[in-house]
């Protein structure tokens, strides 16, 4: 996605794995369902890659605005409503390209129309030789008509979209609204400016039709396309201030408009880079989620529970709150105080059969990409789910081992596993926490689970009595067979 400010620096991004490993695209759907491309491009462009102190202090100060002052949400929100008729991204256009040049011939363009119907007057009146004329005139319209078609269909939506942007400033010049102030003074010249990119004829019956063959016939739609190049890219710093601030105000009014329907949410605190503290957190993609709370100084977290309980969710829970803080400055619980960092996750990695690599290949590969940011400038939060269950158990536990201790000593790290024995051999450098059933309810306690219920879920799945008892056998025996160090 292009963006319309400087790109952030790699190291402050979230890469594409922790994106989708965070579920950050479905957040985004629920977060901005109804915003335009321009504003969603605001949000995920922050997402990604954050924002400083002060940033993030003038976004809450707006937002909060915003939430103590409903009548002006709503009015901000009807005047915005303009953007979401455009449907290309118009970033590029506005803040990267350089304008196509523009050929010689089209400045003589006119001359094929006037051969045209010069042509067809000499034939007419003068001479069935003028049909010549005609045919010559016609396929050259025909072939420039061809050759720009395709673009000039994509030009026309992004003037489109161009146009939905100056209106919605010039509706914003002059609203009497707090946070649209900064738009005084730019609804003359936008109008100007949108009336001047128009292609309609306005009070001519059938101008579409009339349009049509003017653009076959006049080679008007070429002529049109370059004319409108020159008009964008001439008033190019005001059109990209005009999409700055609309971008910009779209995305305020989308996050105050989700933290007035949403239950559970509080302004974070930044902190250093290994501590945080997170009270009563929930994931706001579930429907019941329910709060748990985590405090980390200094040390990492060694995560364990039984099989279900919900050790992923918390994981992906701390992470999106993490990312949703950095960027606009709130999050999803009682209350928060968290490193301002970018996180790099470690969750859905899959077998790839057409990569032919195996489910540990890309564990390993995960990995090594999660100790080359940890080991980088810039300090990260890790999060690993599961880490390396794609071989044995000795093997997994030996290579998790080496693995996190070296990224905890780079890195904050919360890693979930069932290995319980990590637990112990990662005490120095994780502290072990665990997740148990509360009531009704969990909560994350110190310490690591005494055994996980893998075998005790078999039951509960409709596996027989018979498969229930001879895995429990099992179980016996590897449990006394790690006791005495050889097979009884």
């Known amino acids: 996605m292009s963006s319309f400010q400087p790109e952030p620096d790699a190291d402050d991004l979230l890469d594409d794995a922790t994106w989708r490993d965070l579920l950050l695209p479905r957040y985004v759907d629920t977060l901005a369902p109804e915003t335009s491309l321009f504003g969603r491009q605001v949000l995920e462009r922050d997402l990604r890659g954050g924002l400083d102190d002060a940033a993030v202090a003038s976004r809450r100060t707006r937002v909060q605005a915003l939430l103590d002052d409903p009548a002006q949400l709503d009015a901000l929100e009807r005047k915005l409503a303009c953007l979401r008729e455009a449907d290309v991204d118009v970033t590029a256009l506005l803040f990267e390209d350089t304008q196509p040049p523009r050929p010689a011939w089209v400045g003589r363009l006119w001359l094929l129309p006037l051969l045209l ?107 049109h396309y370059y004319r409108s190049l020159d008009l964008v890219f001439g008033a190019r710093d005001f059109l990209g201030e005009c999409y700055r601030l609309c971008a910009e105000l779209e995305a305020d009014v989308t996050l105050a408009r989700h933290l007035r329907e949403r239950p559970t949410w509080c302004w974070a605190t930044r902190t250093g880079a290994r501590t945080l503290a997170i009270d009563g957190g929930v994931h706001p993609l579930l429907d019941e989620a329910r709060g748990l709370s985590v405090t980390l100084d200094g040390k990492g977290a060694f ?17 999106l709150n993490l ?70 158990h000795e093997e997994s536990v030996s290579a998790a081992t080496a693995v996190i201790d070296a990224l905890a000593r780079h890195a904050l790290v919360v890693v979930s596993s069932h290995n319980l024995v990590l637990g112990s051999l990662l005490a120095e450098a994780l502290a072990p926490w665990r997740i148990v059933r509360h009531g009704d309810g969990l909560q994350l306690e110190p310490g690591v689970l005494g055994r996980t219920n893998g075998v005790a879920l078999l039951a509960e799945h409709g596996f027989d009595e018979g498969v229930q008892r001879r895995a429990e056998q099992v179980a016996a025996w590897l449990a006394q067979t790690r006791l005495s160090g050889s097979p009884s």
């Open 117 to 223: 119907v010069a042509s067809i007057a000499a034939a007419l009146l003068v001479s069935p030789w003028g049909w010549v004329g005609v045919g010559v005139a016609m396929y050259f319209l025909v072939m420039v008509h061809m050759r720009y078609q395709d673009r000039i269909v994509l030009w026309a939506r992004s003037l489109r979209a161009l146009q939905m942007l100056l209106r919605a400033c010039s509706l914003l010049d002059g609203s009497g609204l707090a946070l649209a102030a900064a738009f005084t003074g730019r609804r003359a010249r936008a109008g100007r400016l949108s009336r001047s990119l128009e292609r309609a004829l306005p009070g001519v019956p059938g101008a579409s039709g009339a349009r049509e063959y003017a653009d076959w016939f006049a080679a008007a739609d070429v002529r």
């Open 303 to 319: 995560l364990s529970g039984q099989n279900g309980v919900g050790k992923s969710t918390f994981l992906r829970m701390l992470g």
């Open 323 to 392: 990312a949703v803080a950095r960027a606009f400055g709130f999050c999803y619980a009682q209350s928060a105080s968290l490193p301002a960092l970018p996180v790099v996750a470690s969750m859905q990695n899959e077998d790839s059969l057409l990569g032919g690599q195996s489910l540990y290949i890309a564990e390993l590969g995960r990995a090594r990409a999660l100790l080359a940011r940890a080991r980088g400038e810039r300090p990260v939060v890790c999060l690993v789910d599961e880490i390396f269950r794609g071989t044995n």
